[in-house]
């Protein structure tokens, strides 16, 4: 295998055997819905204000998908996107993976279903549930199909309509999220290390802080448990914000000593866009720079999967990340579930 240029970096890679390919993002792409939903509109639904969501928050709009567009629509459109910029067709991928937490329907996948209306017919195609933590696992997925050589070109994508999950009756959590896609195509690319390292986490011990109780095994659908609005997503908003600041800082933390590089090396950290208060504190505690962290929560809300996948994506069009920065990626859902990721791009 022909050698990679130096890395400007210490130690690209560290935790991997140099016998395996790297693994670079090729492209990017995001979709979002048309319709954009205000903190206005909102006053006009629920017991609420566009000052306390803003001030609790940093939500200003968010955008809702219509009844006839479904989580698998908003995948096919960033994939294709993404596809576009990484100069591939749907026959060169051998791989798509689709996480979200709103899929089309409990079977098939919704991934096999974005295999159908973007041509990937060559494709093995599975969903994956990690909340919003699930486009930083589908990384590390990609990444590994990559460096074994099983797979040349995965298509990761993180999606979600999660307007059809949220109890518009409940002001506390109606306010917050949004609908929309992000994706990336990886490949091996012998002029770049792409991505460094990646680190995932858990704690099921605390699954009930954010779920959902009903659709399931569990608590299937009956007449009583949609009575009991057992169908919508249901969080416990204090101790959610107490372990998603933790959570995040120790897998940035993590990753960084990984790549054995320092906070100040990154250009741009980019955070799960889920509240403003979290990013704050988790880039404080990072010791990150003013304009170091991005941020576009304020127009899209927290789209859970898709979240730092429409933001990278964001970042690369708007010119904040050029060729050989060097990028973080942190992530906190339900689970529940964490991840960071560093990535020279």
Not at 156 to 176: F, M, P, Y
Not at 214 to 233: E, F, I, K, W
Request: hydrophobic share 45%; with cysteine; net charge positive.
């Amino acid at each position: 295998m022909k050698p990679l240029p130096a890395s400007k970096f210490k130690n690209p890679r560290a935790r991997y055997d140099f016998k395996g390919r790297s693994c670079a993002i090729a492209g990017v792409g995001a979709y979002v819905p048309a319709r954009v939903l205000t903190n206005a509109d909102l006053e006009k639904m629920v017991d609420t204000t566009d000052e306390w969501i803003t001030t609790r928050t940093g939500i200003k709009e968010r955008r809702i998908a219509a009844k006839d567009e479904f989580t698998s629509d908003l995948a096919a459109k960033a994939a294709q996107r993404a596809m576009k910029a990484a100069g591939v067709t749907g026959e060169q991928i051998d791989l798509l993976t689709v996480a979200t937490i709103t899929p089309d329907m409990v079977f098939p996948s919704t991934a096999c279903l974005v295999q159908q209306k973007i041509g990937a017919r060559r494709a093995a195609a599975f969903d994956l549930e990690a909340a919003c933590s699930g486009f930083i696992y589908g990384l590390e997925i990609a990444q590994q199909f990559i460096m074994s050589r099983t797979y040349d070109t995965v298509l990761v994508i993180g999606a979600e309509k999660l307007s059809s999950i949220v109890d518009w009756q409940d002001r506390n959590t109606c306010v917050l999220f949004g609908d929309g896609a992000g994706a990336a195509v990886l490949q091996n690319r012998t002029t770049s290390h792409g991505l460094l390292t990646a680190v995932m986490g858990a704690d099921g011990g605390k699954a009930d802080l954010l779920h959902m109780p009903g659709g399931g095994s569990r608590c299937p659908a009956t007449a009583d448990s949609v009575a009991a609005r057992l169908h919508y997503l249901r969080m416990e908003g204090k101790e959610t914000f107490k372990h998603a600041v933790q959570a995040m800082l120790n897998a940035a933390q993590e990753a960084l000593r990984r790549c054995e590089v320092d906070i100040s090396q990154i250009k741009c950290i980019i955070p799960h866009q889920a509240n403003r208060r979290i990013i704050d504190a988790v880039g404080e505690r990072l010791g990150a720079k003013p304009g170091q962290m991005f941020v576009n929560l304020d127009r899209y809300g927290n789209t859970s999967a898709a979240s730092v996948a429409i933001a990278l994506d964001e970042a690369v069009s708007t010119g904040r990340i050029q060729r050989g920065d060097l990028i973080l990626l942190v992530v906190f859902g339900a689970g529940l579930t964490w991840g960071a990721a560093v990535i020279e791009w």
